[in-house]
């Protein structure tokens, strides 16, 4: 067995009966996996491990700050390599539904991934062209000299790594009033960054140097969401797969496809995996989401970002959207929770890291449609959200298993729950303690 095999089985082990372990139990698995030291258990088990004075070095007016919970996605192998997820999110059943789907895939398949381009997008707009053709002329003449300008002044720090700006085209877009709109698109590399400040600044240095060169008055300069020229793509392939399953997950699927409604709620599951993510480890979550809905919607109606397919005996999905991500500069390297993360992660470039994104965000895509496919999405969802419902009632810690026992008889029972019947049910333990109590001084 080789080196590779042997890791993997480690994972495998380690990972066994996982949600059922202590939260210290849990800590100790990880630090066998390598994923956490000593050091960082000691962080995580702090109360409130983030210090004042750190909220107020990234916003404004701080009063405190708002805890998420943070936990690990087990058994996930992307391209063939183990991964521990760390995942900072509140919602119930996500961790557990990417868990127990990346077990159904490594057991029965594979998940592969591939990033396509290297560049991002910046725009400088021109509001109301005067002369479209003299505009293209004269940015074809000056376009080599910009590009080496902006790179010697702006963008130097990302030349000395490889990257920097590497193109610049221009746009005729319709305004719907008679006139015209000129957009120039600036592309660069930005490397192991996110790179919106430094995309930023480049377009903004470029405003005057065009004004000048073509007699046009420039309007914004910001960069692009929209990052088509750097996309992110992930593949599920699962084998032996029971043919009705298949058929079902393949109709959920192409429901997806056609009907944005659907689409949009979709799209929203496939962002339960990705954004936790992107939350532990510090990257901007919502330029993400405006980047892959606004790919979604590229082609002129708004689709789901994810494609399953019943191919012989195999199901197939596939993801594709721009996941635009970041491993240095900025709050990932400030805040001491996402150095955890991506330490946990062991990524060694933002694109590993947008490719994990779309491999969990295609398994968690996997999950719900698989649970909408057979036993709907409440029976599992909701088996979760007992917890919460029970802690919604006030249970105390001793009375916690009695309320979750008996809400999940009332599941079973009416296939539905909510916080009146744990409220209810929790009366009635104390009722019973209660009359239990009297009995026995009576006595």
């Not at 630090?31 to 990234?58: H, I, P, R, W």
């Not at 690990?72 to 059943?93: C, H, L, Q, R, W």
């Not at 996309?231 to 496809?257: G, H, P, Y």
């Not at 929203?268 to 995996?273: A, D, S």
């Amino acid at each position: 067995m080789g080196v590779e095999e042997e890791l993997l089985e480690l994972h495998k082990s380690l990972f066994q009966g996982f949600s059922k372990l202590s939260k210290e139990e849990r800590f100790e698995r990880l630090k066998s996996m390598g994923a956490l030291s000593s050091e960082d258990v000691q962080f995580l088990s702090k109360e409130g491990n983030t210090s004042f004075s750190l909220a107020e070095k990234f916003i404004e007016n701080v009063i405190g700050f708002y805890q998420m919970p943070m936990g690990v996605a087990a058994n996930f192998v992307i391209d063939g390599k183990p991964y521990v997820i760390p995942m900072a999110v509140e919602e119930t059943s996500i961790i557990a539904a990417a868990s127990k789907t990346a077990k159904w895939v490594r057991d029965n398949g594979s998940i592969t991934t591939e990033s396509v381009g290297k560049n991002i997008i910046g725009q400088i707009q021109i509001p109301r062209v005067k002369n479209f053709e003299n505009l293209k002329d004269q940015l074809a003449t000056h376009k080599q000299e910009f590009i080496d300008e902006v790179n010697q002044v702006v963008a130097m720090g990302l030349v000395r790594r490889g990257g920097g700006v590497k193109d610049i085209t221009l746009r005729h877009v319709e305004r719907g009033d008679g006139d015209a709109m000129a957009v120039i698109h600036v592309y660069a590399d930005p490397c192991e960054a996110m790179g919106a400040n430094i995309m930023n600044q480049v377009v903004e240095y470029l405003k005057f140097p065009i004004e000048g060169i073509s007699g046009e008055e420039v309007g914004i300069c910001i960069l692009s969401n929209l990052v088509d020229t750097k996309v992110t793509r992930a593949k599920v392939v699962l084998n032996n797969i029971d043919e009705d399953l298949a058929e079902k997950i393949e109709e959920a699927s192409l429901f997806s496809q056609v009907d944005p409604y659907r689409a949009a709620t979709n799209n929203k599951g496939v962002l339960n995996g990705i954004d936790p993510i992107l939350i532990a480890t510090g990257n901007d979550w919502r330029a993400v989401e405006a980047g892959v809905h606004s790919y979604a919607a590229k082609n002129g109606q708004y689709s789901s970002v994810t494609r399953w397919k019943k191919v012989g005996k195999q199901l197939i999905g596939e993801f594709e959207a721009p996941i635009i991500v970041g491993v240095v500069g900025g709050v990932t390297k400030l805040h001491p929770a996402a150095q955890l993360g991506l330490k946990m992660l062991g990524v060694d470039s933002a694109e590993e890291l947008s490719r994990i994104c779309a491999a969990v965000g295609l398994i968690q895509n996997l999950g719900a449609i698989k649970a909408l496919a057979t036993v709907g999405i409440i029976e599992g969802h909701m088996k979760l959200h007992i917890k919460n419902l029970t802690l919604g009632a006030g249970a105390m810690e001793k009375e916690i298993p009695l309320v979750q026992k008996k809400l999940e008889e009332i599941l079973a029972l009416r296939k539905r729950i909510s916080l009146s019947n744990a409220i209810d049910v929790l009366k009635e333990i104390r009722d019973q303690a209660s009359g239990s109590i009297l009995t026995h001084k009576e006595n």
